[in-house]
């Protein structure tokens, strides 16, 4: 069953010091910690991919050294980014047993001092749905090494990260930071959320709760899936940036890896069965 997680301060406080909380069908969310955990630097490689019409895709794998390998995290970025959005943040991917493959998408500019090089070979600035074509090709590019796939999006990728895991079942579960209508059409992104069979952990600022909990009801009540609420989120994935959101960032990190490993428990359930 679905469960709305609303975290005022008053909230934050009890999950400092009223024990650790269980969501429903989750794993538990671990206590907050005074100080961030230090996770082992990983240096990114660079993987070209292609699209149909020869376009480079960039992708910057951070790989694991834990073995076996449990899955791969496709990240996508917001609005005026780049794969650097996650540079800070995919070692502690690694560091839960996964691969991290960060994406240049074709909508997106040159912040945090990196230049977008996907966004770079196109004159003009790419329509926000145009990205979904390198999303795909990034998930193409994984699909064939038979691995659990999450995707985490941000902001309009976020959006798009819904409809890659709807037409996809290669996806078995999605984390979306601030998503919304972007695209014109209305009701395009709650439309895809309606048909989603995945789980779904999504995150909104209190200011975009009237954007986000529209798609998120119409998720159902799909098990696992979740919506944060809170002060200590703020827009898109750089909610799990210590540096953007030095205050929320541990909050942000404590429901993502409650969620992935949540579904690594139900994984490991459906295999005792079979």
């Known amino acids: 069953m679905s469960a709305r997680v609303w975290i005022p301060l008053v909230a934050i406080l009890c999950l400092v010091g009223c024990g650790t909380p269980v969501e429903s069908g989750n794993a538990p969310v671990a206590p907050a910690q005074s100080v961030a955990p230090q996770f082992p630097d990983v240096k990114p490689t660079e993987v070209l991919l292609h699209d149909d019409q020869g376009t480079s895709v960039y992708t910057y794998r951070f790989a694991t050294t834990s073995k076996p390998k449990k899955g791969i995290i496709l990240l996508f970025h917001q609005n005026g980014s780049n794969a650097a959005e996650f540079r800070p943040t995919a070692p502690r991917l690694c560091a839960l047993g996964y691969d991290a493959v960060a994406v240049d998408l074709r909508r997106?500019?040159?912040?945090?001092?990196?230049?977008?090089?996907?966004?770079?070979?196109?004159?003009?600035?790419?329509?926000?749905?145009n990205a979904l074509k390198d999303m795909r090709v990034a998930l193409d590019g994984v699909e064939k090494e038979n691995l659990p796939i999450f995707a985490i999006g941000s902001?309009?990728?976020?959006?798009?990260?819904?409809?890659l895991a709807q037409t996809n079942s290669k996806v078995i579960g999605i984390v979306v930071f601030s998503p919304g209508e972007y695209f014109g059409q209305t009701g395009w992104v709650t439309s895809d959320a309606e048909h989603l069979k995945v789980p779904v952990l999504m995150f909104a600022t209190p200011k975009e709760e009237t954007r986000v909990e529209p798609i998120f009801r119409a998720l159902g009540h799909k098990r696992q899936s979740r919506l944060v609420i809170a002060d200590e989120v703020i827009h898109g994935a750089s909610s799990l940036r210590t540096d953007k959101n030095p205050n929320g960032a541990e909050t942000c990190w404590?429901?993502?890896?409650?969620?992935?490993?949540?579904?690594?428990?139900?994984?490991?359930?459906?295999?005792?069965?079979?």
């Open 155 to 163: 902001s309009f990728s976020a959006s798009l990260v819904i409809r």
């Open 108 to 129: 997106g500019g040159d912040m945090w001092g990196s230049t977008n090089q996907t966004a770079a070979q196109f004159p003009e600035e790419q329509p926000y749905g």
């Open 254 to 274: 404590r429901h993502v890896e409650a969620f992935i490993k949540g579904l690594e428990v139900l994984k490991n359930q459906g295999s005792k069965k079979k």
